[in-house]
């Protein structure tokens, strides 16, 4: 039991200190406050655990857990590479500061029955960081599994008709994905035995073409329901009758995001971006990804209720991801990657804020929040902030994945999805722009004076808005994002090279 | 002592059962005492008997100290060894769990109860851990006759689902036994390691091809496989909760275990029993289907888990039909596993009907608050049958998938999917009822029944045995490696000498 | 549907009878049953277990394991007539 | 033709008896007389076994007083007749567990066809 | 139990003819190893006479055994054989190994008066369980 076993097996560890804080907060069923300090105990702990591989992982290093025997040939891997630290960070990150806002807000709204909220909460972030240091397709089934039960009960946390109905399609859609993606993976299982995950992809090679045409779309019918692409897209605004944290959270970083970062894996380390592009799934998956930008950015437009117009835009976003592990270019993958981090940030923004007006006002539709900028000033900056960096404006986060997007697009000789790109940015522009102009120019009609919400609701949502800033100026800030992105970007291709340059 | 192991896994149990009656003259408690000691000592034996087979080697008893082909003899290797100690921890958990609900009843009643009870556990364990085709056949009988008892003391409905067991369940071992016929015909044998040598140079004979055909078809009924179910759903779904429990845990997993024995471990590879492996495939496949859909159909929660266990226990012979390493590591697993899992199902179903009266699924409203342990078990059954991880009922779809893609058997692959969904669907349903639905008013008087098991939403007895199989589904999940490898790799048919 | 049964056990007996040519023909003096494993008893039967009737021999102690298991079924038989009608059904469980 | 009739004119009669005792069960709608055709399959069978002990020239297979040891040829297969003691006996208690659920049965419904018992308990 | 059956005709054809029944069912149980016979047979016979008394004098019967003792009888019965076969363990040999029964020298015939042991155990066994089975199937609607 010396230090070595601590520091190889931390991946391990950031999976275990939420479920061990779920368990600790079931057994604190009465004691609200001491449930609270183990939430944020447990997430400062988490992120400090993840940050700490941080200069290794930069450095070029793979820290790998002992794989766990299963049965012969089949384990449970834990390693943090590139990739996956990039996720692990962000999502451990967002995690204190929305158990933070947490407070706030079930405090604020007093929906009772806590307990199983925030347990489940941990246990969603255990799965997250499990499916981003999987290093193997069993180990990343089983937390991506993991994290779909774990979601339901935060779904229907109000228990409403409504909740009810949500939690039911909710289920009935990622249920049936994971039993997609199950096949797939088990396909990939007798293909490749053990389903490492290595830069570059490990199927090269091993089955006929259409085989792997039908493996890549049974993958995509397993990803694509949390990557919310459409038409699998339906579950995700009706999931948004979730209290507001967890639409932040979870439906714009962890699970969504799991689907997203899925398909990266799925195209950076289990086909090859040299494979996605031979088979032709790559082209096909990119039609697919481009026609959901423009359509769930229309239906943005038409929505009336915030929370569900902030859900469009998040299928319309995610897709960007998508696109990105489907023209499979390094300058796609490389926008892929760190749309991950940027949409994350803007869009939890958001989302906070979206909350934050609803506990102060119990508004939740774009159409009564006239004037509202005048009496929360900070909230609406802060939205303005998300808004522009969603939009794609230049010096923002957003920016810098959409132009390398833009570029990987070029490099696939795709021109058409620029245009996409463009067209997008313009449509999110005409969903956003009404939403901060009715809110700083529109008439309140009410006149009642409305405060700020309370702190631990405010300050999360003004520290992530500028960080999205931030971001945007210096996307290496703080955690090395960006150079995180480069570097796994860097190991798919120089992988691909070495096989052929061996071959 | 030792040295009889073998002998006692079901002798001990079937003496104590022919003293019951008249210690039942004395004492119920004693009665309860002898038998709780009776399965232990079974247990203790099953696993004594287990390592030594895994240790030393398959592990032959001979009765009456004559040999082979001659004599009987109980045969230990590591598939009957743990089979055994499956089907003897489960006699001993219901048994426990039986208590309460025979609690009030009249002494009498009780006595013969647990006679039948005791013949019914030492029946199964003559079933798996004998070596003689024949002597399997007088165990069936044992097992049979007091599963029908058992069954028909639930009341009219019983009886008469009973009796349709008792007909159906006579004509299979019927023809169980004119197959062992044939076979006798051919060989002059009945120990199965004796046919097994004398059969293979048989093999391609018609006769043969029709025992195969009896004796698959015979125990194929007793273990409800598609489209011989018929008598399941009514046997299951009005017998008394304990005895529920043990047929779905273990009584239907015995006749899969017969099957595969004799398929691959008697016949070994022959070329109709590869043929009667694809039927019976098939016959699985649709079986699934069929009984997850019906299950859905179901408003009685003790009707649907019997459609549910038409469903699971197809999955077997699924998993047999595939006949690889991962098919059959998959059966083996699904043994278990639907054993665990079917056996704290209908447990749960039944203290919820015993505390509350409730059987309908829609009355289950808002049931968790008041009984939370019990539907946590519940939950963690109902992901286990969906196969959702970390539950053991994962694994074994994991190697079921895994064999069928192998094998190649894209309908199968197929099948286990949409199987998955259906079971999803008609489990969440009694979840949501039991979560998040309102109560409507209809079941506010049964709260004081609750609180009369002093404090405890379940007598303790009846609690327990339920969370045991409830963290054993847990348990089974996370080291399913360790019994894969340490155990169920040992029992596959290739392995033994 | 009676005409549907009737039509396949015909069928059924059809196959019995062409499989039974596959069997040894009755009084065969060499068929496998008859010179596998009975012979024994046969002819070892009386010395080993010192009675001159062979099917109590078999039955009592070569294949006694067998005649316990049959007299329990008998005494499962007794006893789960007793469970079935000597209680007394006032209430249902 | 006729030696072939005469080695197995045995089974095919035994068949038949076996497929009576089927189809008494499945097309009687009587549940006393489909115990009955249950009880035809047992003796159908014990049939099937008992032809198979039999040996042309073999006489029971009890040795005479003051004989010792047997000679295979001369005496019937044991075997069978012993496992057909376990079956009749098996098939006695099947018969006695069921007449004892049908007396149950028709106090409860008043009647033994089937259809009509399971109309009652459907109500 | 059901109504008186007989008459004086019957019940004196009775009493004739039960002893001759119970000497025939012991005929049939020693002898059995020498003749066909044996336990089953022994106890059916055993068990017919009991019937047919109780058959003929029905409620108003003086001699014959009851439903619990029947009961009894036929768990003490099995238990005989089953203890038989458990006694063998003691003495170093399997199951149901009568052989090692420390009753003479020669084992053919040790294993005989085992064997006779057991075939008394199946004739209690089988009788009392026939007894009861009969007694419940003609048994009066309580």
């Known amino acids: 039991m010396n230090a070595d076993f601590f520091l190889v ?45 941080l200069p290794q992982v930069l450095a070029g290093q793979v820290i790998e857990t002992a794989p766990l025997t299963l049965a012969p040939g089949i384990t449970l891997h834990l390693q943090a590479d590139t990739f996956g630290l990039l996720f692990a960070l962000l999502s451990s990150f967002l995690w204190i500061l929305t158990s933070i806002y947490n407070f706030g807000y079930m405090r604020a709204l007093k929906y009772g029955h806590e307990t199983g909220y925030y347990a489940s909460f941990a246990v969603c972030l255990s799965a997250t960081i499990g499916i981003a240091f999987a290093a193997n397709l069993l180990t990343f089934f089983l937390f991506y599994e993991i994290l779909t039960i774990a979601t339901y009960p935060l779904v229907i946390h109000s228990r409403t008709e409504e909740a009810i109905y949500g939690g039911r399609k909710y289920l009935a859609y990622t249920l049936t994905a994971g039993q997609f993606l199950l096949v797939a993976v088990i396909w990939s299982q007798v293909l490749a035995p053990g389903a490492e995950f290595q830069p570059g992809g490990f199927l090269a090679g091993k089955g006929s073409v259409l085989a792997l045409q039908i493996l890549f779309f049974l993958f995509v019918l397993g990803l694509g329901v949390k990557a919310a692409i459409m038409p699998l897209h339906d579950w995700l605004p009706t999931a948004m009758v979730a209290p507001t944290p967890v639409s932040a959270l979870l439906h714009a970083v962890a699970v969504v995001k799991a689907g997203a970062f899925g398909f990266l894996r799925l195209s950076g380390y289990v086909f090859g971006p040299q494979l996605v592009r031979e088979i032709g799934a790559g082209q096909v998956l990119a039609v697919v990804a481009g026609i959901t930008i423009i359509v769930a950015s229309l239906r943005a437009l038409g929505e009336d209720n915030l929370k569900r117009r902030l859900a469009y835009s998040t299928i319309g976003q995610l897709s960007y991801v998508v696109l990105g592990a489907a023209l499979a270019t390094p300058m796609a993958l490389l926008g892929g990657m760190f749309h991950i981090v940027a949409h994350a940030f803007m869009k939890i923004t958001l989302f906070f804020c979206a909350g934050a007006i609803y506990v102060t006002t119990h508004k939740q539709n774009i159409s009564e929040m006239k004037g509202i900028g005048r009496q929360m000033p900070a909230t609406l900056a802060a939205f303005t902030l998300g808004a522009i960096a969603i939009v794609g404006t230049p010096f923002m986060v957003g920016f810098i994945s959409k132009w390398n997007l833009g570029l990987g697009a070029l490099q696939a000789n795709e021109g058409i999805y620029i245009a996409v790109l463009i067209v997008s940015a313009l449509l999110t522009t005409g969903y956003f722009f009404p939403i901060v102009f009715n809110a700083y120019f529109g ?61 | 002592m030792t040295a009889h192991l073998p002998a006692l896994i079901p002798v001990a149990p079937l003496v104590i059962a022919l003293l019951t009656p008249i210690l039942a003259r004395l004492s119920v408690t004693l009665v309860r005492i002898t038998a709780l000691t009776a399965l232990l000592i079974s247990l203790a034996s099953s696993a004594g008997a287990l390592q030594h087979a895994l240790v030393e080697g398959t592990w032959h008893y001979h009765f009456g100290g004559w040999a082979p082909p001659w004599g009987i003899e109980y045969v230990i290797d590591p598939l009957a060894g743990i089979i055994a100690v499956l089907v003897s921890f489960f006699c001993l958990l219901v048994l426990v769990y039986a208590a309460p609900y025979l609690a009030g009843k009249p002494a009498q009643e009780k006595g013969y109860f647990y006679t039948l009870y005791l013949l019914l556990a030492a029946g199964l364990l003559g079933m798996v851990v004998t070596g003689d085709v024949f002597n399997l056949y007088v165990f069936l009988e044992i097992s049979s006759l007091a599963a029908y008892a058992l069954i028909a003391s639930g009341g009219s409905r019983a009886t008469v689902a009973a009796y349709r067991y008792l007909l159906i369940g006579t004509a299979a071992a019927s023809l169980y036994l004119l197959g062992i016929g044939y076979l006798y015909a051919l060989t002059g044998s009945l120990n199965m390691a004796d046919l097994a040598v004398l059969l293979p140079p048989l093999a391609a004979t018609n006769a043969v091809a029709l025992a195969v055909a009896l004796i698959t078809i015979g125990l194929g009924i007793k273990m409800a496989l598609f489209p011989l179910h018929g008598w399941l759903p009514d046997a299951y779904s009005s017998a008394p909760a304990p005895v529920a429990g043990i047929l779905a845990a273990v009584m239907a997993k015995v006749s899969a275990y017969a099957i595969y024995r004799i398929l691959y471990f008697v016949f070994k590879t022959a070329a109709p029993v590869q043929v009667a492996l694809d039927i019976a495939g098939w016959m699985a496949a649709a079986g699934i289907l069929y009984g997850s859909i019906m299950a859905i159909a179901q408003r009685d929660l003790w009707r649907m888990l019997a459609y549910s266990s038409v469903a699971q226990m197809a999955y077997i012979i699924l998993g047999l039909a595939l006949g690889n390493i991962m098919g059959l590591y998959g059966a083996l697993l699904q043994i278990l596993s639907h054993a665990f899992t079917k056996g704290c199902l209908f447990l749960v179903a039944g203290s919820i009907s015993h505390q509350t009266g409730i059987r309908d699924i829609p009355r289950l409203a808002r049931l968790s608050r008041r009984m939370p342990w019990t539907l946590a078990a519940f939950v963690v059954a109902a992901m286990s049958m969906v196969g959702l991880p970390p539950t053991v009922g994962f694994f074994s779809k994991w190697y079921l998938m895994l064999g069928a893609v192998e094998a190649g058997a894209w309908v199968f692959v197929a099948v286990l999917v949409a199987s998955s969904l259906l079971t999803a669907v008609y489990f969440f349903r009694v979840l949501e009822y039991a979560y998040l639905k309102e109560d409507q008013g209809q079941v506010e008087g049964q709260t004081r029944e609750v609180k009369a098991a002093g404090g405890w939403e379940l007598a303790p007895a009846m609690l327990v045995p339920v969370l045991i199989l409830g963290l054993g589904i847990l348990t089974l999940g996370i080291f399913s490696d360790q019994i894969i490898s340490g155990y169920i790799h040992f029992a596959l048919p290739w392995r033994m000498p | 549907m009676k005409k549907v049964t009737f039509f396949f056990l015909m069928l059924m007996a059809v196959l019995f009878i062409f499989v039974s040519l596959d069997l040894a023909p009755t009084d065969d003096v060499n068929s496998p049953a008859a010179t596998h494993v009975s012979p024994r008893y046969i002819e070892e039967a009386h010395e080993e277990t010192g009675a001159a009737n062979m099917v109590t021999a078999v039955l009592a102690d070569y294949r006694g394991y067998d005649t316990l298991g049959e007299t329990t079924v008998i005494f499962t038989a007794g006893i789960a007539c007793l469970l079935i009608l000597d209680v007394r059904q006032k209430q249902k469980w | 033709m006729l030696a072939l009739t005469a080695g197995y004119i045995n089974f095919w009669l035994i068949a038949i008896l076996l497929l009576v005792g089927f189809y008494g069960i499945i097309a009687t709608e009587n549940l006393l007389k489909k115990l009955m055709a249950l009880n035809v399959i047992s003796v159908a069978i014990i049939l099937f076994y008992l032809n198979l002990g039999q040996k042309a020239g073999g006489t029971v297979p009890i040795l005479p007083p003051g004989v010792e040891a047997g000679v295979t040829e001369a005496y019937a297969n044991p075997l069978p007749h012993t496992l057909m003691l376990t079956a009749i006996v098996v098939g006695v208690a099947t018969t006695g567990v069921g007449l004892a659920m049908l007396r149950k049965i028709y106090k409860r419904y008043g009647s033994l066809e089937e259809p009509v018992v399971l109309k009652e308990m459907r109500k | 139990m059901q109504k008186r059956f007989g008459s004086s005709i019957l019940d004196t054809a009775i009493r004739l003819l039960v002893p001759f029944y119970l000497l025939y069912a012991v005929y049939v149980l020693v002898h059995g190893h020498y003749s066909p016979g044996g336990g089953f047979q022994a106890g059916v016979v055993l068990a017919a006479s009991i019937i047919l008394v109780n058959m003929v004098q029905g409620e108003e019967i003086t001699w014959g055994i009851k439903k619990q003792t029947a009961v009894i009888l036929a768990s003490l019965g099995t238990f005989i054989y089953a203890g038989i076969g458990f006694i063998a363990l003691f003495f170093g040999g399997d199951f149901l190994n009568y052989g090692v029964l420390p009753l003479g020298d020669i084992e053919p015939e040790v294993r005989a008066l085992g064997t006779l042991g057991i075939e008394t155990g199946v004739t209690l066994g089988v009788m009392g369980t026939f007894i009861v089975i009969f007694n419940l199937l003609t048994g009066r609607e309580e």
Do not use: C, H
């Open chain 1, 9 to 53: 097996n931390r991946p391990l560890w950031a999976v275990l200190i939420s479920l061990l804080a779920a368990g600790l907060i079931l057994f604190n069923d009465r004691r609200p406050n001491l449930r609270e300090g183990i939430t944020v105990l447990a997430a400062v702990g988490k992120f400090a655990i993840i940050f700490s591989m």
């Open chain 1, 443 to 503: 008439s309140n009609k009410a006149g009642t004076p409305i405060r700020e919400a309370s702190p631990a609701l405010l300050y999360p949502l003004l520290i992530t808005g500028v960080i999205a800033l931030v971001l945007g100026v210096f996307p290496n800030f703080g955690w090395d994002f960006y150079q995180l992105a480069l570097a796994a970007v860097k190991s798919i291709f120089t992988a691909g090279m070495g096989m052929a340059a061996g071959g």
